[in-house]
């Protein structure tokens, strides 16, 4: 069965503290890892995709990257609206292709001003 | 607007009740999730459309769920008999490629059973 864990569970940093989030997951053969970022009474909002060991991708303050085995979401000196919940997700595997998504639990990221 | 609508935003229900949720997707996006979250916790996955076809619903509880997506637009998603831990946020998504392209999420609908 396809696992996604992420850590921590939960961060606080000051505004200007970079970090790094990170996302492990267990499946049985990757076809993509997705981020999004879900805001209080919001659905999550999709940031990245990355398909294949060794990519990276930007945007504004946020690099996603990918390894075998795991995922980083790297934040550099992030403001306070950067506060969210951070998730991670990989395609679920079912007999008509990779349909819905499993998701880790989240990070919940606060940024202190 | 341009995004993927829900309604109600909000739903109390009393237990034994049935409640409709509805998913207005994105024109034309041919994939449309639906998703369970609950408190603290991320999205779990219930069931996939592609146009009007019900591809997957293995994720769907129990036999009291169901949902539809008759003209392959709009979904409803019905739950029977509702239960105390059926109480959650239903997050609706779709997508404009087959399974799992960019998708956009609804706000949902948060779901009070008491």
């Known amino acids: 069965e396809d696992q996604v864990t992420q850590s921590p569970e939960a961060l606080r940093l000051q505004e200007g503290e970079s970090s790094s989030l990170n996302c492990s997951y267990t499946v049985s053969g990757l076809r993509g890892l997705f981020w999004y970022r879900q805001d209080p009474g919001k659905g999550p909002e999709f940031l990245f995709t990355?398909?294949?060991a060794g990519e990276e991708k930007e945007k504004e303050r946020l690099k996603a990257t990918l390894t075998k085995k795991e995922s980083f979401l790297h934040i550099t000196a992030p403001k306070p609206e950067d506060s969210a919940t951070y998730l991670c997700?990989?395609?679920?595997?079912?007999?008509?292709?990779?349909?819905?998504?499993?998701f880790g639990k989240g990070t919940h990221l606060i940024i202190q001003p | 607007g341009a995004g993927v609508s829900q309604s109600p935003r909000y739903k109390v229900a009393k237990r034994g009740q049935d409640v409709a949720l509805r998913c207005d997707p994105i024109s034309g996006h041919v994939s449309l999730f639906w998703y369970q979250q609950a408190l603290g916790q991320g999205p779990e996955f219930l069931t996939y459309f592609q146009n009007e076809a019900q591809l997957d619903k293995s994720g769907l509880p129990s036999d009291r769920f169901f949902a539809e997506r008759p003209e392959g637009s709009v979904s409803t998603l019905k739950i029977q008999r509702t239960q105390q831990e059926d109480s959650a946020v239903y997050l609706c998504?779709?997508?404009?490629?087959?399974?799992?392209?960019?998708?956009?999420f609804g706000q949902g609908t948060r779901l009070t059973v008491v």
């Open positions: 998504a779709s997508s404009l490629g087959r399974g799992n392209t960019e998708a956009f």
């Open positions: 990355l398909y294949s």
């Open positions: 997700a990989v395609p679920m595997y079912s007999g008509g292709g990779a349909d819905g998504l499993t």
